[in-house]
């Protein structure tokens, strides 16, 4: 078995690369994890993507439901490996012995903040794995503001909500790029000198986004996220710290 991982982009149709669409239509099945009513449109947006690029008529799209993490285990690492191998279990089951090629549609890349090639590890037998790039959230966050991610000869960071709120604004970083917060932990840091640029569903027609001083724009951030969250039933954020 081949098991393809194509990088979609953040949702919209327009990210796709020649190569992923030529990789959609390579595969004889295609599989669409289901989040659960709160995030069906995840599900809708790869069903659209298929609807518009896939003309193999023998290739095959099966759906089937994620496990749900359980937050009730108090060691972060060990939730995550016990969803993961639960995720996998339910890959097998819904491929169904089947052989061939398989694809799975990720966000973004299948390289940054996704634990798509981490979860394939865990297939028995091991399959043939093949990655196809994708445009990252982190891209379609500084095109929707006309930025660059890092100063001159200046290195950044990337991390996530859970670091920033633990531990602080990373050493040595002139720029911090924040994915996977739930909570807007740059609250969480002094805010003099810091300048934020955000945005949710960065590239998809939902697109918002807002700029400025972090004393300034705080409390207009929570709020946009707050309302787009419940007016889609997810949201998908992510944003970039300089100091000056």
Request: net charge negative; hydrophobic share 45%; glycine share 8%.
């Amino acid at each position: 078995m081949i098991l393809t991982l194509i990088g979609i982009g953040t949702g919209n149709p327009e990210h796709l690369t020649l190569q992923a669409v030529r990789a959609i239509n390579a595969q004889d099945m295609i599989l669409i994890p289901r989040k659960g009513e709160g995030k069906a449109d995840l599900a809708v947006l790869r069903r659209d993507i298929c609807a518009q690029v896939l003309t193999n008529p023998d290739t095959q799209v099966v759906e089937f439901d994620l496990p749900v993490r359980d937050e009730a285990t108090p060691d972060y690492q060990q939730r995550v490996r016990d969803w993961h191998d639960a995720i996998a279990a339910t890959w097998v089951a819904a491929m169904d012995g089947a052989q061939g090629r398989i694809g799975l549609l990720v966000w973004g890349d299948p390289s940054l903040y996704d634990s798509t090639l981490r979860i394939a590890e865990r297939l028995e037998p091991a399959p043939v794995i093949e990655v196809v790039p994708g445009i990252t959230s982190l891209q379609a966050l500084t095109a929707a503001h006309g930025i660059p991610i890092n100063d001159i000869g200046a290195p950044f960071v990337v991390t996530t909500g859970r670091q920033l709120r633990d531990h602080g604004w990373p050493a040595g970083a002139d720029r911090v790029a924040v994915m996977l917060d739930g909570a807007c932990a740059f609250q969480t840091l002094d805010p003099a000198g810091l300048h934020i640029w955000w945005g949710a569903y960065v590239g998809m027609a939902e697109q918002i986004i807002c700029a400025g001083p972090v004393a300034d724009v705080t409390d207009q951030i929570i709020t946009m996220r707050a309302e787009a969250r419940a007016a889609h039933g997810w949201i998908m954020d992510i944003y970039i710290l300089a100091r000056h």
